[in-house]
């Protein structure tokens, strides 16, 4: 079994900064990709940001400059630094991982975490 526990959910003002973490535990041979997705009332989930085990970022246009993705490998997490955040921002942030649970298969498994509410006050 895997799971994705998220931290670092709030409540911030407008300008105001926020950090998230995931942490991936569990039967973990190998963790590909690990991002952040959200999801506003009454709107479809959307990804936020990406990060591939070898080192590329993914932003989705609305995050670029004010958001930063990173991760250590070592420890399974990654990290999402909010800056700069707006009302718009609020939602319930996802973590995601495509995780490879042993070596006699080629297979990754997507794994959600259960969210973590952030909340952007004007």
């Known amino acids: 079994q895997v799971q994705l526990v998220e931290s670092g959910g709030g409540l911030v003002q407008a300008g105001g900064s926020l950090t998230l973490s995931c942490v991936a535990s569990g039967t973990i041979f190998n963790v590909n990709t690990m991002g952040w997705y959200r999801q506003a009332p009454g709107k479809q989930r959307e990804l936020v940001a990406t990060?591939?085990?070898?080192?590329?970022?993914n932003y989705a246009d609305f995050v670029k400059g004010r958001f930063t993705i990173s991760r250590d490998n070592a420890k399974n997490t990654v990290y999402l630094q909010m800056n700069s955040l707006k009302p718009e921002d609020t939602a319930v942030y996802y973590c995601?991982?495509?995780?490879?649970?042993?070596?006699?298969?080629?297979?990754?498994?997507?794994?959600w975490g259960q969210g973590t509410q952030v909340t952007v006050s004007s």
């Open positions: 990060s591939v085990s070898a080192g590329s970022t």
């Open positions: 995601h991982a495509l995780i490879r649970q042993n070596r006699y298969t080629p297979l990754y498994t997507a794994y």
